[in-house]
């Protein structure tokens, strides 16, 4: 099976569930570092659709630039994200299961 974790290497979140994917037997995965590389705005709605999230549930509400975006629109907070990855809650993983926010890491588990 493929996984995709959205990951960044400084987060003590985004590094436990990187560990339990690794840890996973038979799982192919790609670590992509969002903030170095980031996704395209059609991606961040792709992954939060297969996710059953919104935007909003998946913005980093602990960033700076969060604060502006409280109570803007879906479109608007995509938009930020896009511009801005930093805003985007990690880690975000996805397989042919599924996507999940692994917030906590074990949640992971539930598409492996």
Do not use: F
């Not at 969060?66 to 805003?87: F, Q, R, T, V």
């Amino acid at each position: 099976m493929k996984a995709v974790i959205w990951h960044n290497p400084r987060c003590s979140k985004s590094r436990e569930a990187l560990a339990i994917l690794q840890d996973a037997p038979g799982v192919e995965l790609e670590i992509v570092d969002y903030l170095k590389t980031p996704p395209s705005r059609a991606a961040i709605a792709a992954m939060y659709r297969k996710a059953g999230m919104t935007a909003a549930e998946g913005l980093r509400k602990a960033e700076p630039g969060a604060k502006p975006l409280k109570g803007a629109s879906e479109d608007a907070i995509l938009d930020a994200m896009a511009a801005d990855p930093i805003l985007i809650e990690r880690p975000l993983v996805e397989t042919s299961k599924g996507a999940r926010l692994g917030r906590p890491p074990e949640k992971v588990r539930e598409i492996l």
